[in-house]
């Protein structure tokens, strides 16, 4: 009777994650509650792993903060976090920002053509965006089908410098950057970045966040002198 009395009081505490595993849980006055949290994580880079970087996001509800490990990956857990969040990076070798707006938990790189995707979503300066994040008009303004478009509007101004019209998602696909332990081992999206790196000065990357920003409609590349 006692070894029954035993095994239903693990399994009734087990749904309270007190029998091994299962979610986060806080007890307050007696009352188990489970802490809920938002998980975000992806590579950052602009060609090279951007190694030691800080990242910060911001959403609807909640913050986090972390550093990027050495080969540019990144993880967070925002606590009662809500969608949609902003997420900002600044490169510690010249303190530029990059970021990105991400609708859905999981994958969510930083590279200088999220950093473009975003601009050209919400048709501003997303220094000022990430500053002071209004969730209601990014929930509004960011949408599957918006997304589509403003990738399409990237890679058209960008094609005069390199062809990303086959990188499925500038948001979410897989990237392994270059490190500076194994300068050759970034796979296809980095050696975009890579090429964009090389290709584009500082100028004609602000001119095309510029453009990204004015444009009603994309109808032809930047110009590659």
Same mark, same amino acid.
Request: with cysteine.
């Given at each position: ?14 749904? /309270? ?32 792993? /951007? ?40 490169? #510690? ?18 590279? #200088? ?19 002071? #994040? ?92």
């Amino acid at each position: 009777m006692k070894s029954v009395l035993a095994l239903t009081f693990c399994v009734y505490t087990a749904l /309270l994650a007190a029998c091994g595993g299962g979610a986060s849980t806080s007890v307050s006055s007696g009352v188990v509650t489970t802490v809920a949290g938002l998980n975000l994580s992806g590579t950052a880079a602009t060609g090279m792993a /951007l190694s030691g970087a800080p990242v910060n996001v911001k959403c609807r509800t909640g913050s986090s903060t972390t550093t990027t490990a050495s080969d540019g990956g990144f993880a967070l857990t925002i606590t009662g976090g809500a969608l949609p969040c902003v997420l900002q990076i600044i490169n #510690p070798a010249d303190g530029k920002k990059l970021h990105a707006i991400t609708i859905n938990a999981g994958t969510i790189n930083l590279t #200088p053509l999220t950093d473009m995707l975003s601009t050209r979503l919400m048709r501003g300066d997303m220094r000022t965006i990430f500053a002071s #994040p209004d969730a209601a008009a990014i929930e509004k303004t960011v949408t599957a089908a918006a997304i589509k478009q403003a990738q399409t509007d990237v890679s058209l101004t960008l094609l005069n410098f390199i062809d990303v019209s086959k990188l499925p998602d500038f948001y979410s696909t897989p990237l392994k950057a270059a490190t500076a332990a194994n300068t050759g081992g970034g796979d296809v999206q980095d050696k975009l970045l890579d090429a964009l790196k090389a290709k584009m000065s500082v100028a004609q990357q602000t001119q095309a966040l510029e453009l990204l920003v004015r444009a009603i409609a994309v109808g032809q590349p930047l110009d590659n002198p």
